[in-house]
């Protein structure tokens, strides 16, 4: 069992790995009702294709992960939800591009409901009626999906990001490709991801570690160290990017730009790459930060709103910066925001940078409130081989000489993707 | 054991209600100020509207917006929020901040304090020019608030369910957009708005809530009564809501969209609201038919129908209202309006089984027992008590919701009226504002 002890954040965090393969996180919240697990499968909707120690080469369809998610949920007589209902615990799941996650809030009832969650996760029945009843659901989340302008923006800017990397795909996959999914793609993706030894436990709230740990071990006492051995492929993903102007049209109020840059440095060590998603966000708050000039002159100008946002995402095998925005003046907006891109390593400022850190460590704190917000960010930082209650250090340790850096090789004069959502007339 | 920390209640020499909840295990204190404005006509509700937009712009001291940003950024990023609300007929303009606990941070300024004096700032000193906002600081809120105004269209869920709002409600003060409108907004300034809002000060009940680490609950409220000081008299009521129980005419609306889905949302009334004996039983009412996904409708359109992915209700308590939201094929419309039509029925003819009414009770146990675990829903909780005259302790909400009864529940079912259909459906017209 490893234990430490975060003391200038007031954490406590114990982590063990089971005999069975599973691994077990505890964050001890003695002070909240809430008692919150998340049963975290290492797969996600990028992993679409394996290979097995035969050397065998699975595919599966895109959405295939999801529909997993949802098909769980189905898999006997009875109501899985019920079970939790009962119990007074609150169920649900969802499917990320790296994970796929299952989780229940409960006051009362902990054990009982954990015992619920790993008993409908880990049986599954795939039942062809019921598969085909689950597909209309889906097709019906996807349709929702779909009239969402912000689901769209991002949806459109991936697929002019990549070439390869699945992740271009929705993770609901489409309408097409999960009429494709039957019983035996289901069988044959559950065998190869739905192991022990590729799931984290994470549990948050008033939790006796030793209690916990007991527990987990005995229920799973009958499980050997059942070792799967498959490896994951992903399609080798060239430079630069695919589309680099793309445009639809919906029924919306105003015009939305969204920009994307693509990270596709990969690192083998990886708390290099927890230090690149950092840096990438704050040379971004440094550039566009409403503390400073460039936000106020393209608000001034009626060139974004409130609602301009801007992040770098850090997925397992790449990341990439989104830049969205809500003008009527499309083309100025675009134009403008790459240029101050482009000219922003000639007014760096030192007591920029310095703000810019202590906002990062006033969200940091901020985001260790919600029990389900620090649990995604644990999990996101568990893929990446890190512990999220180191990462103060390492804002603490930036320097302003590593923001520029990764400002040059992010941004200066990097290709870009434009999408464009203009507003259908009547 | 329930881990739970009440308010604590003070009022400023110039009747300023405080209520503080001392809570260390949060990382951050949350400090909110609601001003409390009757929902009125078009011209009042759109001129409130404005006036946080048009302070959000700067303040005497922070005569930008950018200078408020900064001085946000020193403060380890602390988060503020500006907003305008409607809880029954009654339109709250908000304004909050959250910032880290002290104990978290290296630096020698007592944050906490930054943070209430920065709020005072905000809203009790503005930047005036001449008598009046800085005219450049109105165009901005005006340009703001209108777009916003006009981009409710944009989450097409929630615009069916104010639209459905607004038919179910024509004719009653709780059909008007918190926002208001663009006519409204249009005229918002012609006459002084600054002195329009020195009005609202005076007059309208303005709810401090401080959640988070604050020991010496007498300091802090001293620290507020010294810095929250201005002349306020004849205070309006903290509520306004008018119950409508009858009159109903049933009423079926539709509009067509670009989209690929069918959006609907089903319109009921229900005159139960906090202060009557049945709202325990309303809110299990509620779970019932639809706050879960246990729930009748869910069960039925979804798990055993495959005709939707999300179908749920929501309950607006201080007007009585409960919608029903789903989004849908169009070819499955008139089996969905049947579905729901049938299960209000099975409610008030009490065809509902008791596991139904025993785990209802114990997820919403659940609710209300995480509620105390989230800063932010510890005061939305508490100020809708506050609004209805109902300051129910935690304890006493979750014992209440034990004992509710079947017959009681069937009871409220007798009372709900089904009024309105309101739709959204997939065709070429475009909607107008």
Known sequence: ?426 | MLKTSKFYQYKTDNEIDLYINYNSKFKTNYIHLDIIRPLSDEAEVSKNALIPYILYRGSKEYPTNQAISRRLDQLYGADLNVSVARRGENQILRFSIEIINDRYHYGSENLKQAAVDFLYELIFNPLIVEGEFKKAHINKGQDFLKEKILAMKNDKNNYVMERCYQEMCRGERFSLYPLGTLRGLKKANCDNLYYYYQQVLEKSPIEIFAVGDIKSRKDFFQYINKKYVYKRNKLLPLNNTVIKTGGFQFKEKEEEDRINQTKLSAGIRIPVTRSHPLYFALIVYNGILGGFSHSKLFTEVREERGLAYYINTRLESTKGLILINAGIDMLDYQIVKNIITKNLKEMSQGQFDDDSIRWTKQKLINRYKNLSDNNHSIVDAFLLGLINGKQDSLNYVINSIAEVKKDEIIEVAKQAKLTTYFLLKPGSVQHDL
Request: aromatic share 14%; hydrophobic share 35%.
């Open chain 1, 1 to 426: 069992m490893i234990y430490k002890k975060f003391k200038e954040i007031d954490e406590n965090y114990y982590e063990k790995s089971l005999k069975s393969g599973l691994r077990v996180i505890l964050i001890p919240r003695s002070s909240y009702n809430k008692k919150y697990a998340v049963l975290s499968v290492n797969v996600g909707s990028v992993d679409l294709k394996l290979k097995d120690n035969n050397n065998i080469i699975y595919g599966f369809p895109p959405g295939t992960a999801h529909f997993m998610e949802h098909i769980l949920f189905e898999n006997r007589e009875g109501s899985i939800i019920d079970d939790f209902s009962q119990l007074g615990s609150s169920v649900n799941a969802y499917t990320s591009f790296n994970n796929t996650n299952y989780y229940f809030n409960a006051t009362d009832n902990f054990y009982k409901s954990l015992k619920c969650l790993f008993s409908f996760v880990l049986n599954p029945h795939f039942d062809q009626n019921k598969i085909e009843h689950e597909k209309s659901v889906i097709k019906q989340e996807i349709n929702m999906y779909e009239d969402s302008p912000s689901w769209q923006s991002f949806h459109q800017l991936l697929q002019g990001l990549y070439y390869e990397y699945p992740i271009k795909y929705n993770i609901a996959g489409t309408s097409q490709s999960v009429d494709q999914i039957n019983q035996e793609i289901l069988q044959d993706f559950f065998n190869k991801y739905y192991n022990l030894d590729n799931m984290n436990l994470i549990v948050i709230g008033d939790i006796n570690h030793e209690k916990l740990f007991d527990w987990l071990t005995d229920k799973f006492s009958d499980f050997g160290s059942e070792h799967i051995d498959f490896q994951k492929i992903y399609p080798e993903e060239p430079n630069g990017v695919r589309i680099k102007k793309n445009e639809i049209a919906m029924s919306i109020s105003r015009p939305i730009i969204t920009l994307g840059f693509k990270e596709n440095r990969c690192f083998n060590d990886q708390r290099k790459i927890v230090r690149q998603d950092m840096l990438s966000n704050m040379v971004l708050e440094m550039i566009f930060g409403k503390s400073n000039d460039n936000y106020h002159s393209l608000y001034d100008k009626n060139l974004i709103d409130e609602n301009f946002t801007f992040n770098f995402l850090q997925e397992k095998n790449t990341g990439f910066v989104k830049i969205y925005g809500e003008t009527s003046h499309i083309n100025q907006s675009i134009n403008s925001i790459v240029d101050i891109i482009n000219n922003w390593h000639r007014k760096i400022n030192k007591d920029d940078f310095e703000i810019v850190k202590h906002k990062y460590i006033g969200r940091y704190f901020r985001s260790l409130n919600s029990l389900e917000a620090l649990s995604s960010q644990v999990i996101k930082y568990l893929n990446l081989g890190q512990n999220y209650f180191d990462l103060i250090n390492i804002i603490e340790n930036i320097s302003l000489n590593d923001i520029i850096d990764q400002y040059n090789k992010l941004l200066l004069d990097q290709e870009q993707v434009e999408v464009i959502i203009r507003k259908i007339s009547k």
